[in-house]
């Protein structure tokens, strides 16, 4: 089956600094991709599509400023958490959307946890 | 708007019995419907999909538009079953996740 990296799984942050985390699909081209925020024993929370070569399209009440969005390649999105708060701790998974057969299915990344101090 | 609905955060079963996890929606189109699964320190992954009518690892799921509902049923349920499940509706180009329903099947 397809397969989607994140790097890195985890990371400590001083708040004010900015942190970059990679999405990628190992073995097969994704069009779109998909970030969520899940906090602790809560469902995923849908940030924003990445589409390649277009700006993402974010979800209302998720600030695009802060979160930075870039999906250059059809294998690689970036999500840059800029000004790195204790309130954006959390952990951030992408999703890369593929289509099987007759319908679209999903890959999920295992997930980056981010910690700021 | 809420459009997934899990109203059990936690369920317990015995091993053997028979489980149920409730899923239900709100889409006035037609909706394509799934239940992910994520077992202890694992990734998120598919379990079924509606528009498959396939039973996975023992594990159904019928869609009823009438009752607009999506639960995840098995008739028997094995320990390795713990989980935690979502159920999730595809609207366009995005998935919206319900809250989630942590099983646990006991010995």
């Known amino acids: 089956g397809a397969v989607v990296s994140q790097h890195p799984s985890w990371v400590i942050c001083k708040s004010g600094t900015s942190v970059k985390i990679e999405c990628r699909s190992l073995?097969?081209?994704?069009?779109?991709m998909f970030w969520y925020r899940q906090f602790p024993k809560q469902s995923l929370m849908l940030m924003a599509t990445s589409n390649e070569g277009s700006k993402a399209t974010y979800e209302q009440g998720v600030e695009k400023d802060k979160f930075l969005i870039n999906h250059a390649s059809l294998t690689l999105s970036t999500l840059t958490v800029t000004s790195a708060h204790p309130e954006d701790s959390s952990f951030y998974i992408c999703s890369a959307r593929v289509r099987g057969g007759i319908a679209y299915e999903q890959y999920f990344g295992p997930g980056t946890r981010l910690t700021v101090t | 708007a809420q459009r997934v609905t899990q109203p059990e955060k936690l369920l317990s079963v015995f091993k053997g019995a028979p489980v149920e996890l409730k899923c239900n929606y709100s889409y006035s189109g037609s909706p394509e419907l799934f239940w992910y699964v994520q077992y202890s320190r694992q990734r998120l992954q598919l379990l079924l999909r509606?528009?498959s009518r396939e039973s996975i690892k023992g594990f159904t799921a019928d869609l009823n538009k009438g009752e607009t509902s999506f639960h995840l049923k098995k008739p028997f349920a094995q320990e390795e079953d713990s989980a935690m499940y979502y159920c999730a509706l595809m609207s366009g180009n995005q998935f919206y996740f319900g809250t989630g329903t942590s099983l646990t099947v006991i010995p």
């Open positions: 073995d097969f081209q994704a069009t779109t």
């Open positions: 509606h528009i």
